[in-house]
């Protein structure tokens, strides 16, 4: 795919950008650029373009509005010690988007093709990402644009992606987070979008979002929707127990879990690790009991966003639950390893790093 390129005419002044870079905090400011393409039934994939960025014109009709075609994906570029702009793993983001693409009917866009898209963004806007622990933080998306009013797939779409540099995702930093059980509300069923990445996810979340920060806490835990029993995931996060013995359990991929790829290179960079880890389900009354015996020492969950979170509390209508005694060290230097593949400083055993 050819996307032509026209620089914005009046970026950001560099003295500007620069100070921004200092506490860019995370989703409040964004680089200059975008990179957009669309899709007709007629034309298939056309007319990409990498320009300035700037608000979308779509009719008062557009599918997305009424219907919730839409698709996205959470990655990001890093600036090495070296100075290298790199990616981490986004054929893994390319694949995923495809699947998310088929499970909501919409067309899918190939894999080279969503990467060459993000790197051409990276590119152009390489100043935007900052250094030290910053990254720039890439948000490729779809939706269904054709204005018509009715229940069928649509037949026009529109990919683009956009970027914003970022710090730590919680505001408390490396503090353990304090989680709510939700009681009321589920995020997926069988059946359902609960392994796409979709809008309508995150917008069903919210509610026990907001019901958590009326009990202090930071996230939402999510049970599975026949049972009500099943540790399932966060709102955007993957869960990890680490038991006594080092042994580490996660909630397997069954369809109503998003499956992550922090969540797939922690496994990875754990086995390798010599630590034993088992997808096995994990119930809520197993998190309490093993939390009160001692057997489970940590518990923390994972993310693009947030990389690596230890949990220390868990609140319910049940009581509380606490786990350990703070940052972890399993998790602590899962996170560490983690991101020194991301940033150069850990040896890439995996090929997991693409340089832009």
Same mark, same amino acid.
């Given at each position: ?36 393409? =669309? ?17 979308? !014109? ?9 219907? !919730? ?7 990001? /570029? ?10 981490? #793993? ?5 694949? #995923? ?5 088929? %499970?909501? /009917? ?13 790197? !051409? ?17 890439? =948000? ?6 054709? /204005? ?28 353990? $987070? ?44 999510? &049970?599975?929707? /026949? ?25 397997? $991929?069954?369809?109503?879990? $998003? ?31 093993? !939390? ?41 230097? &899962? ?7 991301? #940033? ?9 790093? %693409?340089?832009?």
């Amino acid at each position: 795919m050819n996307f032509a390129v026209t620089p914005h005419a009046s970026p950001v002044p560099a003295d500007v950008r620069s100070k921004t870079l200092e506490d860019p905090g995370f989703g409040r400011v964004f680089s200059d650029h975008m990179v957009t393409l =669309r899709w007709s039934k007629e034309r298939g994939w056309h007319d990409g373009k990498v320009a300035a960025r700037q608000p979308f !014109a779509i009719d008062p009709a557009s599918s997305v509005l009424h219907y !919730a075609q839409e698709i996205f994906e959470g990655m990001k /570029a890093y600036r090495t010690a070296k100075g290298e702009l790199v990616l981490f #793993r986004p054929d893994m983001n390319a694949a #995923r988007f495809a699947r998310s693409a088929e %499970r909501l /009917a919409m067309p899918v866009l190939p894999e080279a093709t969503f990467v060459e898209a993000v790197e !051409a963004l990276v590119r152009i806007d390489k100043d935007w990402v900052p250094s030290g622990a910053g990254s720039l933080y890439l =948000r490729p998306f779809m939706f269904a644009s054709e /204005a018509f009013l009715g229940v069928r797939p649509a037949l026009e779409y529109i990919f683009c992606v956009i970027a914003c540099p970022v710090g730590p995702y919680f505001k408390g930093g490396d503090k353990p $987070l304090k989680l709510w059980v939700s009681d009321n509300y589920t995020r997926a069923a069988p059946g359902g979008t609960g392994a796409a990445k979709c809008g309508g996810n995150y917008a069903a979340s919210l509610i026990a979002q907001a019901e958590a920060a009326t009990h202090g806490c930071d996230q939402v835990v999510f &049970l599975d929707a /026949a049972e009500h029993r099943w540790v399932e995931e966060l709102g955007g996060m993957n869960l990890f127990f680490v038991m006594n013995d080092g042994s580490i359990v996660t909630p397997p $991929l069954t369809g109503t879990i $998003l499956p992550g790829i922090t969540r797939d290179s922690i496994i990875q960079i754990a086995r390798g690790l010599g630590l034993q880890v088992k997808e096995a389900p994990y119930s809520m009354d197993q998190w309490r009991s093993d !939390a009160q015996s001692g057997k489970l020492s940590e518990a923390f969950a994972c993310g693009t966003a947030a990389v690596v979170a230890s949990i220390g509390e868990i609140v319910s209508s049940s009581g509380t639950i606490r786990v350990g005694n703070g940052a972890g060290p399993v998790a602590q230097k &899962l996170k560490e390893q983690l991101i020194g593949v991301q #940033r150069g400083s850990v040896a890439d055993a995996h090929g997991w790093v %693409r340089r832009v």
